[in-house]
Nanobody, 118 residues
């Protein structure tokens, strides 16, 4: 059974940092891509960044310079380091699995809440 479990969310003041984790199981982790998404209250889901199995990454414009994705294939985990957080970064953050970043995502985690206060 494929499982993706996010953790690391929480409440942080504007300008602060958080590191989210996505622990994966049930599939060949180092042969697949993992993406991070978020959904703000009252808004649709938006992509943040994706990392392919070969380490190539694809960032959304708003994430460049503040967010950094990394993966540890020995731990089947992908991380999202978020710096200089803003109140508009508040939302539920999800990770998802796809064979290649440009493809549809097959499996999703349950999400972790990130709240950025003024």
């Amino acid at each position: 059974e494929v499982q993706l479990v996010e953790s690391g969310g929480g409440l942080v003041q504007a300008g602060g940092s958080l590191r989210l984790s996505c622990a994966a199981s049930g599939f060949t982790f180092d042969e697949n891509a993992i993406g991070w998404f978020r959904q703000a209250p009252g808004k649709g889901r938006e992509g943040i960044v994706c990392t392919n199995s070969d380490g190539r990454t694809d960032y959304s414009n708003f994430a460049k310079g503040r967010f950094t994705i990394s993966r540890d294939n020995t731990k089947n985990t992908v991380y999202l380091q978020m710096n200089s957080l803003k109140p508009e970064d508040t939302g539920v953050y999800y990770c998802a699995m796809t064979p290649i970043c440009a493809y549809d995502y097959y499996y999703w985690g349950q999400g972790t809440q990130v709240t950025v206060s003024l």
